[in-house]
């Protein structure tokens, strides 16, 4: 009969943990979602800022050989993800589109719309107002006489950075409400699970254990729980990528190693602090309490 209770006891504590897992799994899934999201749009805010575009047009009296000549030179710049030359013939056929350049070409009176000039895409951290202002300033110092017009549009640097980083503050917030959320269900899911543990807890102090030596196993326990937490966690997450990409045309969701490994050691980390902080304050509970309490 006491065999028996004694494994009915182990079964209803390995199964309280089971459960403390898997709960602390889905919320960490919810915070990694929330990350990977915000990873995902830090991705495409570099491509966006990246990807916007300005021309330097130059003054009638240079020709194409001097253009190309200060094209090479513009590639060795620190500030530039890519330098082109741009023809006249090309702009001409940018410019219409699918429309006939020659139809162009007549109503213009066969002057080009656009000379030829060089576009520039620039680096991430300077696809700002400032950066953009300063790379002008640059041009305009080494190339002065020799340039018309740097043009890009103000708008579309400003609102590329204005629009995300308010999507990056209601990530922020976003993932600040899961994380009160996380800490308060696994606080719960922890004291739960020591509750079954109480007596032992109890027993050992009654016995003359310091309170060092009964904290050590449940530490060491609950690094682990929150390491394999996050890593389920991890797998659920890239289980969901996995079915976006492949049910959802329309949607792409990839990341490099380096922003998997990142985000794997977040999780990682809020798994185990917070297991660990619970678990602290748990155990010091059932450590005050009084044997009559414990009932």
Request: charged share 20%; aromatic share 10%.
């Amino acid at each position: 009969m006491a065999r028996r209770t004694d494994k009915n006891s182990r079964r209803g504590v390995k199964s309280s943990y089971v459960s403390t897992i898997i709960g602390i799994s889905l919320v960490l899934f919810l915070i990694g979602l929330v990350l990977g999201g915000f990873f995902g749009l830090e991705n495409v805010q570099r491509q966006a800022k990246e990807n916007l575009t300005a021309d330097i047009f130059f003054t009638p009296e240079l020709n194409d050989s001097d253009i190309k000549q200060i094209e090479q030179e513009l590639k060795t710049w620190n500030e530039f993800s890519t330098v082109t030359y741009v023809s006249a013939d090309r702009a001409l056929e940018e410019f219409a589109g699918l429309g006939d350049k020659e139809e162009i070409l007549e109503i213009l009176d066969g002057e080009q719309p656009i000379p030829t000039n060089i576009s520039f895409q620039p680096k991430e951290e300077y696809a700002t107002i400032d950066g953009m202002m300063s790379i002008k300033n640059k041009i305009l110092e080494n190339y002065g006489d020799q340039i018309d017009d740097v043009n890009y549009q103000e708008e579309s640097v400003e609102s590329v950075n204005l629009g995300f980083r308010q999507f990056v503050l209601l990530f922020a917030a976003v993932a600040l409400l899961l994380i009160v959320i996380a800490v308060a269900m696994i606080n719960n899911t922890i004291r739960l699970a020591l509750y079954s543990k109480r007596f032992s807890i109890k027993t050992m102090q009654l016995v003359g254990a310091r309170s060092r030596y009964i904290r050590r196993p449940f530490l060491w326990q609950a690094i682990g729980i929150g390491v394999v937490s996050a890593i389920i966690g991890m797998a659920i997450l890239l289980g969901l990528f996995y079915a976006l990409n492949n049910v959802l045309d329309s949607i792409e969701i990839i990341y490099d190693l380096k922003t998997l490994l990142l985000l794997l050691g977040i999780l990682v980390a809020i798994g185990i602090i917070i297991t660990l902080i619970s678990t602290w304050f748990a155990l010091n509970k059932y450590l005050r309490m009084k044997l009559d309490d414990l009932y």
